[in-house]
């Protein structure tokens, strides 16, 4: 393994084969049957779901347009990039004068609002040697020092404790992760009595709030 080192608005995965997910995997690349819920009681209060695409997507795949249409444009209400200048969210719906289309960058999660559940096939590969500049605050770069993080397959943080270790727990404020069930956060700072510890789930977004800037190279299998 290598190891090297809130969003104050929201606005509106996939486990692996243990929890019923299909994935196929090895350090090349991998295919990971990740559910994109809609709106539905008890599961998603508007239909928006975290995804982390891997650092080396599949071919043609660069812009929140390309997303759309891999998952099925008649799926997806909306593509939401966050902001860390002003932690806000850049929306595209695919509609003409309704947002620009932006790219995508590999260690950004994005959000999805689906307008129908779908088994979405995410296909590509990790980059282990790849660094994410997970930011702290710092004026035009980042307001908060929230970082929405994509977590991928091959990596070895299983929780966020084990997260903000891996980055260097005295460098993390804390790790958020969205609630598809009411559009909530629940927030680990490592800290006794400030929340419980959760796992980590292969293909979902998680905020990381920085105390300090450090270009993360996160520990792989």
Do not use: C, W
């Not at 994935?23 to 209060?45: P, T």
């Amino acid at each position: 393994m290598t190891k090297k080192t809130f969003f104050g608005a929201m606005a509106v995965v996939t486990a692996v084969a243990l929890t019923g997910s299909a994935l196929v995997a090895s350090n090349m690349g991998f295919k990971l049957n990740y559910s994109l819920n809609q709106a539905a009681a008890g599961v998603s209060k508007t239909g928006t779901n975290t995804l982390a695409l891997p650092d080396n997507r599949q071919s043609g795949m660069n812009t929140a347009k390309n997303l759309m249409d891999d998952i099925g444009a008649l799926s997806v209400q909306n593509v939401q990039r966050f902001v860390k200048s002003n932690d806000g969210l850049v929306l595209y719906t695919g509609v003409k004068g309704s947002g620009p289309d932006y790219a995508l960058t590999a260690g950004e999660a994005i959000f999805v609002r689906a307008g129908t559940t779908t088994n979405y096939i995410v296909v590509g590969s990790d980059d282990p040697a790849l660094a994410y500049t997970l930011n702290s605050a710092a004026v035009g770069v980042s307001k908060t020092g929230t970082n929405f993080y994509a977590y991928n397959y091959h990596q070895t943080a299983a929780t966020a404790k084990g997260l903000m270790d891996d980055i260097g727990a005295a460098s993390v404020q804390n790790v958020q992760r969205f609630i598809k069930s009411n559009d909530g956060l629940v927030l680990y700072t490592g800290v006794k009595g400030s929340g419980a510890d959760f796992a980590l789930t292969p293909g979902e977004g998680y905020f990381v709030r920085m105390g300090t800037t450090v270009n993360y190279i996160p520990s792989h299998y």
